[in-house]
């Protein structure tokens, strides 16, 4: 009998030290997996949609980091529509899922509920597919996912709606009590509208059709003028372009708060009359006023 309750007790303070390991193990794991770290997805992506006559979509997101949680902001602005809502971004190094959280208030409704997958980035060699989820682009041919579709132009975790959020604590449910965090995101927009110049003017002088630009500038202006004669001019030469994207090396606010100095390097391809093409690389630097309801470019000065 003794030797009995001996093996008992043996057999069960085995078992409880297994059971504590294994315990320890799953605290272990579930702390790595709590802070896996996102830096790799860190930055800014754009896709731009366009299709005769006036259909267009562009696509803006930002992911950074707040504390231990990872942020995404989208803004998608098309045909008389802007929607600009916040997102948990959740996943690994190699994929990304992107958790609807909240709209802004100057945001159009939205028909997402709170855990929505928005959509999610996968790496595939040195590509990043897009998996569309509960966000799509407008074009038939574009729904389909698995595709490279938005592409990071740049490692702009500190600008746009992070600046707004950096003295809350974390995301949780205090992200719902942020009500004008678009109101405060300068730069982003600043980004978008040189964004939407540089995918615009492809069309503009492919069709000679100058008011798909007019509204980014000051009715009127010396460079509102300059851009119509160069759009005509490049028309009537028979040169066509397409857009391959640009890269934003930084963004400047000058002593007037309200004014940014922007510079970027735009990649496209020309296409001359006689059927050859070449790819360029230009670099340029524009000046954007911005004072939160007239946003407009007010200069472009090329560099080569």
Known sequence: MKTRKKS???LTTVILTVSILMLGCTQNEKSKTKYISLDDWVGSYQFYEFCQPNISMMFNINIFQL???????????GFQASTKIIAKVVGNQEKIYLIYELRFTNSDKVSFEKGDILLSFSKQNDEMLTHWGVVEP?????????????VKYG??????CSEALKPKESLGLELAHIPNLGEKADRFYVEQIVGNYERLLIHAINDNDFSLIKNLFIPDSNTYKSQEQFVAEQYSMGIKHN??????EGIEQVENKNTYIVHATVYFETIIPDKTSTSKEVKRIYTVIDNGEIRKIINIQTLN
């Open 155 to 160: 490692l702009n975790n500190n600008i746009g």
């Open 138 to 150: 407008a074009l038939i041919e574009n729904k389909v996912s698995g595709k490279v579709y938005l």
């Open 8 to 10: 008992i007790f043996g």
């Open 243 to 248: 857009f391959s994207r640009i890269y934003l």
């Open 67 to 77: 504390k231990d949680d990872y942020i995404a902001y989208l803004s998608i602005d």
